[in-house]
């Protein structure tokens, strides 16, 4: 096994471990990644070592603190170069269609308000910093989901229990990528639509969605095409912005 598949199957591990809200055993991840018990142990011991993963209880395998210190870091890293481009885009989108624009980011499974800009009207689409939806529902989680890894893809809907749910939700991703936008009318609250483009930095995959949400009742198609026009504008500004500074950054450290 060369350096490279080598890395793959730790990694494998560890999306394994991400997936389940507690532990497994090393039989449950050996079947999981599809290897052998006696390699899985040997790559345990390895990220065991380094803080990766931990043992809890009897051949319980969890992931481990030193993780989440590379989460926290990136995190930090990733939207210390996010927020700062992104507040005055969506300032300027806010009050370019009067409606509150939201970022989202994923983490694991579920998409999370990292920035919201609410608009100044007396009725308006109102979210928290921190406010968890699943990626699945709703225009920002779906713009998300649409153009992930087909590996986050696949779990994504391995995890919804009805097929025709499934079948509906691989229709509707195809849609939002050949549309480069995402619309949901009622999904996750009855009387709030919300229109979402991606976001790259033009070298790898989606890294957030900037959304515009509003009031239902004052839906309607001029309103919609002048929102989606408009989101789909700053999404590409922001991609734009982003894929600058990550060309900067890889060329001061090359």
Known sequence: MNGTQTLS?????????????GTLTVSEIA????????????????L??????????????????RILDLARSLNMQFQRDLLPL??????????AVQETSVLFVRTGNNAVCIQNVKSHGLIQFSIDNGRILPLHLG??????????SSKVSERI?????????????EKELEIIRSRNYCITKGEVDPDVFAIAAPITDGHGPVIAS?????????????????IIDAVS??????????GSVIKNNSDKNG
């Open 9 to 21: 199957r730790a990694l494998d591990i560890l999306f394994a471990l991400s997936e389940v809200n």
């Open 31 to 46: 079947q999981k990644v599809s290897i052998p018990e006696s390699t899985t142990y040997r790559f345990l011991q390895t």
């Open 48 to 65: 065991e070592q380094n803080g990766i993963i931990e043992r809890r209880g009897k051949n319980q395998i969890g992931m481990g603190l």
């Open 86 to 95: 992104a507040l005055p885009i969506m300032e300027e989108l806010t009050e």
């Open 139 to 148: 225009a920002s989680g779906k713009c998300i989901l649409a153009f992930e």
């Open 157 to 169: 809907l391995q995890s919804i229990g009805y097929e025709k749910e499934r079948v509906t939700l």
């Open 210 to 226: 900037l959304s515009v949400a509003g009031p239902s009742f004052r839906c309607n198609h001029e309103h919609d095409k002048a």
């Open 233 to 242: 504008r700053a999404a590409e500004e922001l991609s734009r912005r982003m």
